[in-house]
């Protein structure tokens, strides 16, 4: 299977090898960063336009927390490549990355070219691996050009997958959904498996990657049509849509023994009436909480805590980074289900790079379904 060997081959170096070498993502904001001035690299006569960070966001991010501006494109120095960027991811994390405070990673400075993993062309090289005309992913931030550490960036396929898969089932989402259910997870055959944010880029994934290991898979989305297109779609057993019905009574009816496995990606209120029906020994996976990234009044935590000890029950955070080091065997094994079609891939493809600030937004009001990125130019 040729998409198999692909994602081997690339899992060898590119951010995955970047995390372990230089201490994951913030090596690669650095190497994509062109703030750099002028004077210490030469300009190219090619406009680079890009957006910064102008201000810390209060709630959901404005127009003014952005500055929209212009830069020349400049040569890339030693072992660095500059790279034409052709698709943006737009991640919920990003909104994290906007706050100041201490987190898994440093946050985005005011001035600074926001952070965004992004897939591109290598239009220049001076990395003994990379050639003109190659295709990568990255941490290359929100941005038209992007010089990169060639060390930092992952050669990818197009021929093999369309470049957003690359980030998406193939990328950093994929690759959350697989540690998080299986390392933290540990389903079983026969384990009933609760999915919130079921209709997005992760909880897509982690619905069928519990439905191939054989269990009973309840999705919780916003709307009716996201719950048809995770069980008609996707193969989930059921979907509760929290926006038109009672979320715990409905946990109730889909899941008689209880919840297993809960892979939670949105906090809140969903939390606590999943924790308020865990079965014995039951493992709450904490992956994000994105009902409560834009609070203003603080973040709200789950009042129904004591769950875990009735029920013997786990509750474990984690970021995906901190399986840097087995990212070529989740790349393996997705890629194989992907090829032998046992695992669908859906991506939501926005276009338009000044669309950036309202398209990052479309994340916070249920308007993606699958995994949301911003096209910036033609591949
Ligand atoms: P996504 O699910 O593709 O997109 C976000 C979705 O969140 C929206 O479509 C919306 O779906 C839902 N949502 C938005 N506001 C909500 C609210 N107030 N209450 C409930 N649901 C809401 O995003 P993703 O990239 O897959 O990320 C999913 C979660 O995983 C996020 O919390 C993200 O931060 C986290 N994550 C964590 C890691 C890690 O390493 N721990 C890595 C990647 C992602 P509905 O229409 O269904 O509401």
């Known amino acids: ?70 830069s020349p494109v400049a040569e890339p120095g030693d072992g660095e490549v500059l790279v034409k960027i052709l698709y943006i991811s737009l991640d919920p994390a990003m909104r994290g990355w906007m706050n100041d405070g201490r987190s898994y990673i440093a946050p985005v400075a005011i001035g600074e070219v926001m952070r965004a993993l992004a897939a591109g062309q290598v239009v220049a090289s001076n990395h003994p691996g990379l050639a003109a ?20 960036v992952m ?19 994929g690759m959350t959904a697989y540690f998080g ?29 519990a439905k191939l290991k054989g269990c009973r898979v309840v999705g919780i989305a916003g709307r009716s049509a996201k719950c048809r297109h995770v069980v008609e779609e996707l193969g989930f057993d059921a979907a509760i ?15 008689p023994g209880g919840i297993d496995v809960y892979f939670d990606n949105v906090g809140g209120d969903i939390l606590d009436a999943a924790l308020a029906h865990l079965a014995r020994s039951a493992r709450v996976i904490i992956c994000g909480a994105i009902s409560q ?10 009042s129904n805590y004591m769950s875990l000890l009735v029920n013997h029950a786990s509750m474990t955070g984690f970021v995906v980074s901190d399986y840097g080091d087995r990212y070529a065997e989740g790349a393996r094994e997705m890629a194989e289900w992907l090829g032998a079609g046992k695992l669908k891939s859906r991506e939501d493809v926005a276009e338009g790079f000044d669309t950036f600030p309202d398209t990052l937004l479309r994340l916070f009001k249920g308007e993606n379904t699958g995994k949301l990125v911003l096209k910036v130019a033609g591949d």
């Not at 230089?22 to 703030?35: H, K």
Request: aromatic residues 8%; negative net charge; hydrophobic residues 40%.
């Open 241 to 255: 849509d929290y926006q038109a019905e009672d979320v715990a009574s409905a946990l109730h009816e889909h899941c």
């Open 1 to 70: 299977m040729k998409v198999v060997l692909f994602a081997l081959a690339g899992c060898r170096r590119g951010f995955f090898a970047a995390e372990r070498a230089n201490g994951r993502f913030e090596s690669q904001a650095r190497a994509g960063d062109t703030n750099q001035t002028t004077e210490e690299r030469q300009p190219m006569d090619v406009a680079n336009h890009q957006f910064k960070l102008a201000a810390r966001p209060v709630g959901l991010p404005k127009a003014t927390d952005w500055h929209y501006g212009e």
């Open 155 to 173: 050669k990818v396929d197009p021929q093999l997958a369309p470049l957003p898969v690359y980030l998406g089932t193939l990328g950093m989402p």
């Open 181 to 209: 259910l299986l390392d933290i997870g540990r389903p079983s055959e026969g384990d009933t498996v609760v999915v919130s944010g079921a209709a997005g880029a992760v909880g897509g994934v982690v619905g069928q990657i």
């Open 293 to 302: 990234y834009n609070a203003v009044d603080g973040m709200r935590g789950p």
């Open 133 to 152: 005309g190659d295709y990568v992913t990255g941490l290359l931030g929100v941005q038209e050009y992007a010089i990169a550490n060639g060390n930092a």
